[in-house]
């Protein structure tokens, strides 16, 4: 799908911490300007570069970088490395220790959150500390930050953070939203539940941006609303996750206030439904020799097949695994490898249909056939989602062109990026009260 952009050529941005350019695109959509990006990683610079040509780039080590060096811009959008702040895969964090034993017994580098240190990760450390940096010396209008909701909860410093932005003279807002939730007729929603959170800074003295989130839902008794999020500790800070910290309710009295579920987009959407499957019975592909499936994959594979039976869904392949169907969105994708495994049971080369959508063309010699399937794991075809499928289940355009590399870095930029809807979402309420 393809935008056509109102620019207001006076609102210009520095996104530090770029990546792939899913914030980048995102606050162009809304209508500013780029004026320079910045991120340590060559490659994802380089193909940043070319969706984004006539935009200042530089490959630097945010966190050595002398921040007077950058540009005066009206906006600065800066997302830190998550993983310094939140434990990936579940790994509980450990304050102060620098190493750890491996699988071999040998001691291996990490953090100090306790996560191991990836090869090339280590120079690429940046911290929330370098954003309040460079405002400190640019004092843009607006400051927008994005990461995982524990940067929110779990950061011990967050708090003092906040109060050096206060320092400066900024006032802030901060919004908990999935990416399957912000977006509308003209900023299509990401087919992706990415529970993130968002804080804006705004020169004291500027109006602050409404930052409610209010998506389209359906309410049985008084149709379509906008529906309201409504926290469920309110004396709580409203920091967290949709459907553990806080619901969607409908914004009529007459109902109730009856939690609604968003109307969202589904994955099916941006899947490239003739790319096929290797049947789960016939072993692992590309491999010389026959490769059985690992038992935990047929294990979730069964779970889906249990949960969802002859229609086509979604399992994901790592810890904490569920199985989604394809007619909502996935689970977050993430840079650490591909998780989304796309299952069609039964291995029938065309499309899975339902009897409850059309018939395909009827031509003139029989290849349709009514199924009544037993599905059993071994006759299911799986196959990763695609780094383009999963780049589009960011909300990226399907012209945006990924890194020329390996799958490893695609993943890697894909999975790092801001939902390019949340990004044009926030840009274009801070840009009505920059106007």
């Known amino acids: 799908m393809s935008w056509t952009f109102q620019h207001d050529w006076d609102i210009d941005f520095t996104d530090l911490f770029c990546g792939l350019g899913g914030s980048t695109r995102g606050l162009v959509e809304a209508g500013m300007r780029a004026r320079l990006v910045m991120n340590h990683n060559r490659v994802q610079v380089n193909a940043h570069e070319a969706n984004h040509p006539g935009v200042e780039h530089l490959c630097e080590d945010i966190h050595a970088f002398d921040k007077r060096s950058l540009p005066k811009t009206r906006v600065l959008w800066a997302s830190p490395i998550c993983t310094e702040i939140s434990p990936a895969g579940g790994r509980k964090r450990t304050y102060g220790q620098t190493y750890i034993l491996g699988a071999d017994g040998k001691e291996v580098r990490v953090d100090e959150h306790g996560n191991p240190i990836q090869p090339g990760f280590e120079r690429t450390r940046a911290t929330a500390l370098d954003i309040i940096a460079a405002a400190e010396v640019h004092r843009y209008d607006a400051v927008l930050c994005e990461n995982v909701i524990e940067f929110f909860t779990d950061w011990e410093l967050f708090d003092w953070w906040l109060g050096g932005f206060k320092i400066l003279g900024y006032n802030h807002q901060i919004v908990c939203a999935s990416s399957a939730h912000l977006g509308d007729d003209d900023n299509e929603a990401a087919p992706q539940h990415r529970n993130r959170g968002y804080v804006v800074f705004t020169r004291e003295g500027i109006p602050l941006p409404d930052l409610e989130v209010r998506p389209r839902a359906f309410c049985p008794e008084c149709g379509p609303v906008e529906a309201r999020q409504v926290w469920r500790n309110p004396r709580r800070r409203k920091m967290g996750s949709w459907g553990v910290q806080y619901d969607y309710r409908c914004p009529n009295r007459q109902c109730g206030y009856l939690i609604l579920d968003p109307a969202v987009r589904p994955i099916g959407d941006v899947i490239d439904w003739s790319m096929p499957g290797t049947r789960i019975g016939d072993g692992r592909p590309d491999r010389k020799k026959f490769t059985p499936y690992a038992a935990s994959t047929r294990e979730r594979v069964a779970a889906g097949l249990a949960k969802h039976g002859h229609d086509p869904h979604v399992a994901m392949l790592r810890r904490n695994t569920t199985a989604v169907a394809t007619t909502g969105p996935v ?105």
């Not at 018939?359 to 349709?368: E, F, Y």
């Not at 599905?375 to 012209?399: H, I, N, Y």
């Not at 949340?422 to 274009?428: C, F, K, S, T, V």
């Open 331 to 435: 689970p977050a994708v993430s840079a650490q490898g591909r998780h989304h495994a796309l299952i069609v049971p039964n291995g029938r080369k065309g499309a899975v249909r339902t009897t409850a959508e059309p018939l395909t063309t009827v031509a003139c010699k029989p290849h349709h056939s009514l199924v009544r399937p037993a599905p059993e794991v071994d006759d299911c075809t799986l196959r990763m989602l695609s780094p383009r499928e999963l780049a589009s289940a960011q909300r990226f355009p399907t012209d945006y062109i990924l890194p020329d590399s390996t799958q490893e870095d695609q993943i890697l930029g894909i999975g790092n990026a801001v939902s390019v809807n949340a990004a044009r979402w926030l840009g274009e309420r801070v840009k009505a009260v920059l106007s």
